[in-house]
């Protein structure tokens, strides 16, 4: 069965569409690209009966173009396309919505095999589409009303005053670490065996004066393309270092991840400055890991190498992050002491429903135990996905599912209230 939702939004989606908030139904106007008369009739019919204000039809991609580029055609909202048809298929269609028509809403209609769907939804969002999801054929009348909820969700999200998500200059970002603006955020990483907490990965965040929390992609590709890495990096390491110790002192003795940029690793001082930050914040470096992504671990191989070795001699974990997304997973594995196997989340995210992802993800659960190091999933964000890892025998896992990632005090709290997640269903 085909997942109905994109792999991000599979979680129910709240009735809002039919309360008459946001864009009103009589408004919305849906273009249907269908080659089978008798299904194309369906859905249209289905679509009308929903409250849809206008319905077109067309029986393939090229007559759905010539529609929506016909002088004076007003726009559309959303388009629902097979992909199999006569003349032009819905992937050349998918391809030329991206570039004609960016703003509209697409959705993917098909009978044909997961793995082509996967596929094409992949191919749908490099192209930039706003895809809404698939839905398999006969489409129902309840999968098309979810498809519009879902519309009318993301419409109404995108109708609220964005908060401030400013664009920000490399002398704002090197201000900002000379004021000390940036913390630790934690995220929970919870044992599969015990389904308690066992530690926290820590990652950056800008506490801004005025726009509030800051994500990570507005200030570190500046400080990587800048060379100017080595300060957050070191600020982070330091105080994530404090609030595993202001964590151990609370009763909750976790061992805390950091991130290592892919910079780092070329200074064969590395180990040595690493070593001393974290002994001087009080914490021994075997309650610490170091996560490495493949193409960091990768450059300035001598050094990088040399760095790695001395760091597992003091004692640190060693973590290869976004692992399978590099270009030579399999030697990062034999040359490198790592401790730790990360699978990265485009693998983990959708895997309880998409069987190429699921073999993907417990071949590399396999491999860990194999090599005796711990497998750790990331982006676990539904009950399938955790419920499916467990049943892999996968170690570790974190994600939303569990909890976004925290500032120290609120993390604190969490580890008070936390219930272990097989006690809490």
């Not at 196997?341 to 135990?369: G, Q, T």
Request: net charge negative; aromatic share 6%.
């Amino acid at each position: 069965m085909l997942a109905m939702l994109s792999a991000n939004s599979q979680q129910a989606v709240p009735n809002v569409f039919l309360g008459g908030r946001g864009m009103n139904m009589k408004a919305l106007r849906i273009l249907v690209i269908e080659d089978q008369n008798f299904q194309r009739k369906m859905i249209v019919h289905m679509l009308r009966s929903l409250g849809a204000g206008e319905v077109c039809q067309a029986s393939n991609g090229r007559q759905a173009l010539d529609m929506m580029q016909a002088k004076h055609a007003l726009p559309f909202h959303i388009v629902l396309c097979d992909l199999d048809m006569p003349e032009m298929d819905g992937m050349e269609f998918i391809r030329h919505l991206a570039k004609l028509y960016p703003a509209v809403s697409a959705v993917i209609m098909s009978g044909m095999d997961y793995a082509v769907i996967a596929s094409v939804e992949k191919m749908a969002r490099s192209y930039g589409v706003k895809l809404l999801g698939a839905i398999e054929k006969p489409a129902s009348l309840k999968q098309l009303e979810e498809i519009l909820e879902l519309h009318q969700q993301i419409e109404t999200e995108a109708q609220r005053p964005a908060a401030a998500l400013a664009s920000f200059t490399l002398e704002e970002v090197l201000h900002a670490l000379s004021e000390n603006q940036f913390e630790p955020f934690l995220q929970p990483k919870i044992g599969m065996d015990t389904g308690s907490i066992i530690g926290a990965e820590a990652l950056a965040r800008w506490i801004h004066p005025e726009h509030g929390v800051i994500a990570p992609g507005a200030f570190i590709p500046l400080l990587e393309r800048s060379g100017n890495m080595k300060g957050l990096t070191f600020m982070m390491l330091e105080r994530a270092a404090h609030a595993r110790r202001m964590l151990d002192e609370n009763g909750y003795p976790l061992i805390v991840s950091v991130n290592l940029s892919l910079s780092s690793l070329a200074d064969t001082t590395l180990a040595d400055s690493i070593t001393r930050v974290v002994r001087d914040a009080g914490v021994d470096p075997h309650h610490i890991i170091l996560e490495i992504t493949e193409s960091a671990a990768m450059s300035s191989v001598a050094e990088a190498l040399e760095n790695l070795a001395r760091l597992r001699m003091r004692g640190f974990g060693l973590s290869i992050d976004d692992y399978g997304t590099g270009y030579s997973s399999m030697q990062q594995l034999t040359r490198v002491p790592f401790t730790e196997l990360k699978i990265d989340k485009s693998f983990v995210s959708d895997s309880a429903n998409n069987s190429s992802l699921r073999v993907i993800v417990e071949s590399s659960v396999d491999m860990a135990r194999k090599l005796n190091v711990k497998s750790v999933a990331e982006g676990v964000e539904v009950m399938e996905e955790w419920d499916m890892l467990k049943d892999m025998g996968c170690d570790v896992v974190q994600g939303y599912f569990i909890a976004k990632p925290m500032g120290s005090d609120a993390f604190l709290d969490f580890c008070t209230r936390h219930i272990p997640v097989e006690s809490a269903w």
